[in-house]
């Protein structure tokens, strides 16, 4: 069988996150500014030890289980325990290691676990030394699946080159919270273009225009978490509405975190619900902590 062409990709790393099919998607910024998705295979590996009866009950177990995933023995090292002897457990899908992992935990409680809340995005970085917006070699397949890929920066540069980012800017003429806003503006390639609020479906439909249009990156908003993407998510539940996804990933809908405080450095930090994209990012700068205080681009 002849071997699937390759192919070289320059560019730098926007966003990554667990896909439905497929294991992973990155989202590369290329170095002739093409916005390009790719696929990688990204098996997620998590470890269970103990008693050496109990760990074969839950091996039993593990291979009955309808998730997709294989199977081991192997020596790792406890920080305070010293070598272990565990049963790695690799789940092919990132979206079902979750799902594996709670049902063996059910199942058997007392055993020790390892390595199964770590954040998709930390493992990746860990695993291949890479960080957002690094700038990447990526060596793909014609169905843009990568084959390797490595990061040409540092973490440590002080001044790394950036990608030219697409901002697109909305907010509102009051603040919501104290008065009901009569307008948002809209800050794109053809400088601020003021929209009324009402009706809310002429609002809809520019929002819509200008993230189509102008293809962004980032999604720069005040009170965007809070109020308008909440806003106008709800009113396209109560239209029936399905054409409205500020996604550049459209097979994903955009993920609603809810407000939740905690305490830091002696003191409750309140943060409102959050509003996340696929492909492109959102930042509410009334919302996100200290983003002005760090002098960073």
Not at 69 to 83: C, H, V
Not at 100 to 116: E, Q, V
Not at 233 to 239: D, K, L, P, S
């Amino acid at each position: 069988m002849k071997p699937s062409p390759r192919r070289e990709v320059r560019g730098w790393l926007l966003d990554l996150y667990a896909g439905e099919e497929q294991s992973l998607v990155l989202w590369i910024i290329s170095e002739n500014g093409e916005r390009k998705r790719f696929f990688h295979d990204f098996p997620i590996t998590f470890y269970a030890a103990g008693p050496d009866e109990t760990l074969r009950q839950a091996r039993q177990f593990l291979e009955k289980h309808p998730v997709k995933k294989t199977l081991a023995w192997t020596e790792r090292l406890d920080l305070f325990s010293g070598p272990q002897k565990v049963l790695a457990v690799s789940v092919a899908k990132p979206t079902q290691q979750q799902r594996c992992f709670h049902d063996l935990w059910r199942r058997f409680p007392t055993l020790i676990y390892y390595n199964t809340d770590i954040p998709l995005t930390v493992r990746y970085a860990a695993a291949l030394d890479l960080f957002p917006l690094a700038r990447c070699r990526l060596v793909t397949d014609e169905a843009d699946r990568i084959q390797e890929i490595e990061a040409l920066d540092s973490p440590w540069d002080l001044e790394p080159e950036l990608p030219p980012l697409r901002i697109l800017r909305i907010e509102p003429n009051v603040n919501p919270q104290h008065a009901s806003p009569r307008f948002v503006t809209i800050h794109g390639a053809r400088g601020p273009v003021r929209i009324p609020i009402l009706p809310w479906r002429g609002l809809l439909l520019t929002i819509r225009a200008n993230i189509n249009r102008y293809d962004p990156d980032l999604i720069l908003t005040r009170w965007g978490d809070t109020w308008l993407f909440p806003r106008l998510m709800a009113f396209c539940e109560r239209q029936g509405i399905t054409y409205f996804n500020p996604n550049r990933d459209g097979q994903k809908r955009p993920l609603q975190r809810k407000e939740n405080s905690y305490f830091t450095y002696g003191q409750i930090v309140y943060r409102g619900s959050q509003f996340h994209l696929f492909g492109r990012w959102h930042i509410d700068q009334q919302n996100a902590v200290m983003i002005g205080d760090y002098g960073l681009p």
